[in-house]
């Protein structure tokens, strides 16, 4: 099995390490308000406070954990690579 590495393009200068982790904790931050905000617009309140969740529930919670989970890998991924906003890899001159 072959690992799969970043190779860096050597005519373009990347972002430090730790703004790339940094950009990515915010897209993360971000991705999570937002579908925090989904959550309680489509679960039903007495899911959200008795936990006397339906199956409907149940599934809608289950899919908008899996859309936070890839959009965190996403931003990983796009982040590491620089392209980004915020983290860009800039040109060389």
Do not use: N
């Amino acid at each position: 099995m072959q690992s799969a590495q970043f190779k860096s393009d050597p005519q373009f200068q990347y972002p430090p390490i730790w703004r790339r982790v940094l950009c990515t904790l915010g897209y993360s931050v971000g991705a999570f308000a937002g579908i925090s905000v989904l959550g309680v617009l489509l679960v039903h309140v007495d899911c959200q406070l008795e936990d006397k969740c339906s199956t409907s529930d149940r599934i809608i919670d289950t899919l908008l954990s899996a859309a936070w989970l890839v959009a965190t890998l996403f931003a990983a991924f796009k982040a590491w690579r620089g392209e980004l906003p915020g983290c860009r890899k800039q040109l060389r001159t």
